[in-house]
């Protein structure tokens, strides 16, 4: 027997390479690793091919579309690249088309200065292929977040039902701030959740809680909906902290005020900004709108069986408030922004507990509406089409003559509905099996009551908008939704769900 080799000693210059990990053996960890990447790089040529063909159907079909941003059915478009043109331009955050700018405070400015700048550079198609390029980065994302918390194959398949959600898709094509918000939102989520779960290697989590805080700071300036987003993983980085013997109180008590103040800084000096041009000391005015002219004339349309228009002619009336169209465009009021939110914040509480059986109701029933409906329309209004709606109760008492009005669009058109249907079928569903799956397992349970806090916040949100809630007011819980339907989907088919989350055991007390 050849005599064996003594094993060097490390000396205290090389300790750093004493523990280093041994390369992998073939076969071993690197092979799922690629097939990982594999699958998300699969996820994101399916996103960016859905996007080519819905472009390429407008640039056949309606070509000028893509040439002009005023073309867009909401007006709330238009508006948020006109704002952000105004104040690189002219240096004035106002929708005005000319000289006097009237200052704006309905919109925080996060994402009409990207819409403004890559319209002013490149046109209405740069802005349109940022967006796509947007929906691109929030599939990487989601596929970060997803396994960082529950492992790789829930990942993938989270970030293949973003990549495929035709809604998103269509979305892309309008100047609206949605898939910029999720695309930050997920960049921050994708950084803080590993601190918050504690899924780190000690002393690596206080870069990413800072810059997670700032992104997500950036998330509430583009959409204000994310506002208290902060204060629940704020209060979720408390708990989860004291339950680290490692940290204790204090340190868990910094790490949450961190959560809790840093992405609040981008708003307060925005509405620093509005207390000093417009008198009004906040970011928006846009909710209290939305409590009474959206929830609350909810209340009214079921109470009084009349149109949304006629519930808030009422309100108007009742409660001496200017209309919904002069508080959406002040200019037109003759009174002050911050007099028009004073009068809608006197109102809102004898709006809302008025009807309070009604409002419960209005909001059940905007949730539901927001929940499952689709943006067929949409796309039919792209690309020059009208759109034949098959109707809710035809689909559901008289499924005849919803296929009879349905086949009035052709097959692109009805094939995009029931891709969409059936997508927000499979996700819903696979969304509340993952959930349960999830609330089972003992190591991903903090993520789960995270999520469920999360999600029951923004469906909040949703039933804010009363019985006009559509799909656009579902987008904030799309990527929850899709990252527990992945959950679900990998452990029914074999791959697991706590492989990627339960590996870190070296990173204990390491979130920050």
């Known amino acids: 027997m050849r005599p064996q ?25 690197s ?28 640039a056949l079909q309606r070509p000028e579309y893509l040439r002009d941003y005023r073309l867009a059915a909401d007006p709330d478009g238009p508006d948020y690249v006109r704002l952000g043109r105004n104040l690189l331009l002219h240096g004035e955050y106002s929708r005005s088309r000319s000289e006097p700018f009237v200052p704006d405070a309905l919109r925080t ?9 890559l319209e002013i550079v490149g046109g209405a198609a740069a802005l349109y292929a940022a967006n ?107 708990v989860l902290g004291l339950r680290d013997r490692n940290r204790g109180f204090r340190k868990a008590l910094a790490a949450a005020a961190v959560l809790l103040v840093v992405p609040l800084l981008p708003g307060a000096l925005w509405a620093a900004r509005n207390a000093a041009v417009l008198s009004l000391p906040k970011m ?5 709108n939305n409590l009474v002219y959206y929830w609350g004339a909810g209340a009214y349309q079921i109470r009084h069986g009349v149109s949304v228009d006629e519930a808030r002619q009422m309100i108007a009336r009742e409660f001496n408030l200017v209309s919904v169209v002069e508080v959406q465009n002040p200019q037109t009021s003759g009174k002050s922004q911050a007099e028009i939110d004073r009068q809608l914040r006197s ?48 689909l559901l008492f008289n499924p005849g003559e919803a296929w009879n009005r349905l ?33 089972r397992s003992r190591r991903l349970r903090p993520a789960a009551v995270i999520l469920l806090v999360v999600l029951g916040y923004f ?32 452990r029914l088919s074999g791959g697991g769900t706590e492989q990627g989350a339960g590996r870190r055991e070296q990173g204990a007390g390491g979130r920050i």
Not at 37 to 50: E, G, P, S
Not at 347 to 353: E, I, L, M, R
Not at 371 to 382: D, I, M, N, P, R
């Open 407 to 439: 086949r009035q669009n052709g097959p692109a058109l009805s094939a995009a509905f029931f891709w969409q249907v059936a997508h927000v079928l499979v996700v819903t569903l696979g969304a509340l099996l993952g959930m349960i799956l999830m609330l």
């Open 132 to 238: 796509v390029l947007f929906q691109a980065g929030a599939v990487a994302l989601l596929y970060c977040f997803v396994r960082q918390m529950a492992g790789g194959w829930a990942a993938c398949w989270a970030s293949l039902f973003m990549a495929s959600d035709l809604a998103l898709a269509i979305e892309n094509f309008a100047p609206m701030s949605e898939p910029l918000f999720l695309i930050l939102m997920l960049a921050s989520l994708a950084l803080l959740f590993p601190v918050l779960l504690g899924n780190l290697p000690a002393g690596t989590g206080r870069g990413r809680l800072w810059a997670g805080s700032f992104i997500l700071g950036l998330t509430i300036l583009t959409r204000p909906a994310a506002l208290y987003l902060c204060g629940i993983l704020a209060a979720a980085c408390f």
């Open 459 to 490: 469906y909040a949100t949703t039933a804010l908008f009363g019985l006009e809630a559509y799909w656009r007011c579902r987008v904030p819980e799309i990527p929850f939704l899709e990252a527990l339907a992945g959950v679900a989907i990998a």
């Open 31 to 58: 092979r799922p690793a690629r097939r990982f990447f594999r699958a998300l790089l699969v996820a994101v040529l399916v996103c960016l091919a859905i996007n080519l063909a819905i472009g390429a159907a407008i």
């Open 284 to 288: 928006t005015y846009v909710d209290a």
């Open 347 to 394: 109102a809102v509480w004898g709006v809302v507990s008025k009807y309070p059986g009604d409002l419960l109701l209005a909001s059940v029933l905007g949730v539901a509406k927001a929940s499952f409906s689709h943006a067929t329309g949409e796309l039919a209004q792209l690309v020059g089409r009208p759109w034949v709606a098959p109707g809710t109760g035809n």
């Open 109 to 117: 400015p996060g994402y009409p200065a990207v819409a403004g700048a």
């Open 5 to 29: 080799k003594p094993m060097p000693t490390p000396t205290s210059g090389s300790d750093n390479h004493a523990h280093r990990a041994a390369p992998p053996a073939a076969g071993g960890s």
